[in-house]
């Protein structure tokens, strides 16, 4: 199976060029971001184009209509030619049905569209929670994920040991990694090497090898990891001082590394 790795350039700084030269030059397979703004447009294309990069475009719905919020949004993604998509999709306070119906649009969409989206388990959204993702995937057979379980620790404050079943549910439907490790109070551990949050590490990687598994045994070829732990704010930082205990970009990588280490004899 090939392992594809992206680099997210959220928290990262300096031109948009520069950016692009240090994920290229560190190995990375490709970027996962927000689609640029129009002023950005001609470049972002064209350095994906002179760095080899592929591009997992993100987009994001806002209401009151998502679903052509949606539409939209990736209409203009598909214009980038992506190897997929990942949207933030919905609101957690939207009535079971009204996510039921934005979703069976959206599988169609994607039909339409002919480039993989998923839909990102991240908190404010539809599939915040494990539960109502997995009524959501019994309910919408064409619901694919991007898997994102650090949030769903965070807003059960655990590392899922009561969620087994809904974890199964959603193995086969991830089209795609966020490989972030989070814990029983947050969303990001501070820094995934430190011994002591061994066994939060642990369980996201028993979760991401099952994934794995899944899609080899489902006859697929390539998988898309992206290590996406974000800048303070998410990242830790010392009180008064407000510096980060651990460097963002080295955390990436290492994480990017142990993801595909773990897998490269399959």
């Not at 031109?15 to 030269?21: A, M, P, V």
């Not at 087994?164 to 990694?177: A, D, G, M, T, W």
């Amino acid at each position: 199976m090939e392992i594809k790795l992206f680099k997210a350039l959220w928290g990262m700084e300096g031109s948009l060029e520069s950016q692009f030269e240090r994920i290229a030059t560190a190995g990375y397979d490709g970027i996962e971001a927000p689609m640029p703004t129009l002023t950005d447009e001609d470049q972002f294309r064209k350095l994906l184009e002179a760095y080899h990069m592929d591009y997992i475009a993100m987009v994001f719905t806002e209401g009151p209509h998502h679903i052509a919020s949606f539409e939209e949004q990736v209409a203009r993604a598909v214009s980038f030619r992506p190897v997929s998509i990942t949207s933030h999709s919905a609101k957690d306070a939207m009535p079971f049905e009204e996510q039921v119906e934005y979703f069976r649009e959206a599988a169609a969409i994607e039909q339409k569209c002919g480039i993989a989206i998923g839909h990102e388990t991240h908190r404010g959204r539809a599939l915040y929670n494990p539960w109502e993702t997995g009524r959501l995937l019994d309910a919408v057979p064409g619901l694919k994920l991007t898997a994102d379980y650090s949030h769903w620790c965070c807003v059960t404050e655990t590392t899922l040991e009561n969620q087994e079943e809904n974890l199964r549910k959603s193995f086969p439907r991830v089209q795609h990694i966020h490989g972030r490790v989070g814990y029983a109070q947050g969303p990001q551990v501070p820094d995934p090497r430190a011994p002591e949050y061994a066994h939060e590490l642990q369980r996201h990687m028993s979760w991401w090898d099952s994934i794995v598994q899944a899609k080899k045994e489902s006859g697929q070829t390539m998988i898309t990891y992206t290590p996406e732990f974000g800048p303070p704010g998410y990242l830790h930082t010392l009180p008064f001082t407000n510096q980060p205990v651990a460097d963002l970009w080295e955390v990436c990588l290492w994480m990017g590394k142990q993801f595909k280490g773990q897998y490269k004899s399959i």
